[in-house]
């Protein structure tokens, strides 16, 4: 299956400032997703990034707070911008993983975020 | 109405037992579905997929799905205490868009 590695772990954030995240994928995948995990939540998909074109964003979310850059097939990355309290997640990235016996999708090890 | 609705649990069982977990989604044309753990502070962690109608066995896992009534379980059969995490069911939206529930935690009594 699919490894992802994301970056970084865990950060604490000064509000107003602006933070991002990178995942990198072993190999090629058409789209990758983005998610938010709130404290005692579940996921909730951001957005999702195709490359060489504009990421599709959630109801609720939007491109100037959630800027996603997609510049190749194994690499993307979500900027959190002029963070605030409320900011306070876990990112995780996810990538579609597809094999003869397994289909389903892998998330990176995911950003925990404490705006301060 | 949630697209993925889950029993809220939190679930308790001794070691040894048998742990179910339930699910229903709302939006008929969903084709694929998922069962995820998570450890605290862990990332999600896919441990079943199914596709068709019927039962599905993975060691000691089962996935069931029944489309015609919307809903999908998980077994988890001789429930280990390493079975202890929040397990989140997963629909397939739109081909390819994954919707959570929000989460049945599992705590398995030593």
């Known amino acids: 299956s699919a490894v992802i590695s994301q970056k970084p772990s865990r950060d604490i954030c000064q509000r107003g400032t602006s933070l991002t995240i990178q995942c990198q994928v072993d190999?090629?995948?058409?789209?990758m997703f983005w998610y938010r995990q709130q404290p005692g939540q579940s996921l909730t998909l951001i957005a999702t990034?195709?490359?060489?074109?504009?990421?599709?964003?959630e109801s609720g979310f939007v491109i100037d707070k959630f800027p996603i850059s997609r510049p190749n097939l194994t690499f993307s990355t979500l900027t959190v911008s002029n963070m605030s309290p409320e900011d306070s997640s876990i990112y995780l990235c996810?990538?579609?993983?597809?094999?003869?016996?397994?289909?389903?999708?892998?998330f990176g090890s995911g950003t925990r975020l404490t705006v301060v | 109405q949630k697209e993925v609705e889950q029993n809220s649990g939190p679930l308790s069982v001794p070691e040894g037992a048998i742990a179910s977990l339930n699910c229903t989604y709302s939006?008929?044309?969903?084709?694929?579905f998922f069962w995820y753990r998570q450890y605290s502070g862990k990332s999600p962690e896919l441990i079943m997929s199914?596709?068709?109608?019927g039962d599905k066995e993975d060691g000691r896992f089962t996935a069931q799905l029944n489309k015609a009534s919307q809903y999908v379980s998980l077994l988890i059969r001789d429930s280990q205490p390493s079975d202890s995490a929040t397990y989140l069911c997963?629909?397939?939206?739109?081909?390819?868009?994954?919707?959570f529930g929000a989460g049945t935690t599992v705590t398995v009594r030593a």
């Open positions: 996810s990538v579609e993983d597809r094999s003869e016996t397994v289909f389903g999708y892998t």
């Open positions: 190999s090629q995948v058409t789209m």
């Open positions: 990034a195709n490359q060489g074109s504009e990421a599709t964003y």
């Open positions: 939006d008929r044309v969903s084709q694929s």
């Open positions: 199914i596709y068709s109608n």
């Open positions: 997963a629909v397939t939206l739109n081909d390819y868009k994954l919707s």
